[in-house]
């Protein structure tokens, strides 16, 4: 299950490895078409990135720190800085594609070190 953030526990939580943090709103009808998509890839790949949800609506001060214009929008923070915005509905096999090759940049990296 995602990780519901706030301004209390984001820092904490997106400050290791690879976090997906998901902008989204009750009222946004892509964000609740996306929401199986995001469990589904939770499911297949939470062992290697973690999942996290933000409510832009409760959370609006995170919405402007990341310079979240539209949702849905998935943030990709590595080791607590944000390297990657995908804005709008994404079918699962293109998440697929992208997880697998963040997971494997990320996985290159870390051997580098």
């Given at each position: 299950m995602a990780i519901n953030l706030t301004?209390?526990?984001?820092?904490q939580e997106t400050?290791?490895?690879l976090v997906m943090v998901d902008f989204w709103g009750d009222w946004c009808q892509p964000c609740k078409?996306?929401?199986?998509?995001?469990?589904q890839l939770e499911k297949e790949?939470?062992?290697?990135?973690?999942?996290a949800k933000v409510n832009v609506q409760e959370n609006m001060e995170l919405a402007q720190k990341w310079g979240i214009q539209n949702i849905p929008a998935?943030?990709?923070f590595i080791d607590g800085q944000a390297k990657e915005k995908?804005?709008?509905y994404k079918p699962k096999d293109?998440?697929?594609?992208?997880?697998?090759?963040k997971i494997s940049e990320y996985n290159k990296s870390d051997q580098n070190e």
């Amino acid at each position: 299950m995602a990780i519901n953030l706030t301004p209390t526990n984001f820092e904490q939580e997106t400050q290791n490895g690879l976090v997906m943090v998901d902008f989204w709103g009750d009222w946004c009808q892509p964000c609740k078409m996306l929401d199986p998509v995001l469990e589904q890839l939770e499911k297949e790949f939470g062992d290697k990135i973690k999942f996290a949800k933000v409510n832009v609506q409760e959370n609006m001060e995170l919405a402007q720190k990341w310079g979240i214009q539209n949702i849905p929008a998935q943030v990709l923070f590595i080791d607590g800085q944000a390297k990657e915005k995908v804005t709008g509905y994404k079918p699962k096999d293109q998440f697929e594609k992208y997880l697998t090759q963040k997971i494997s940049e990320y996985n290159k990296s870390d051997q580098n070190e």
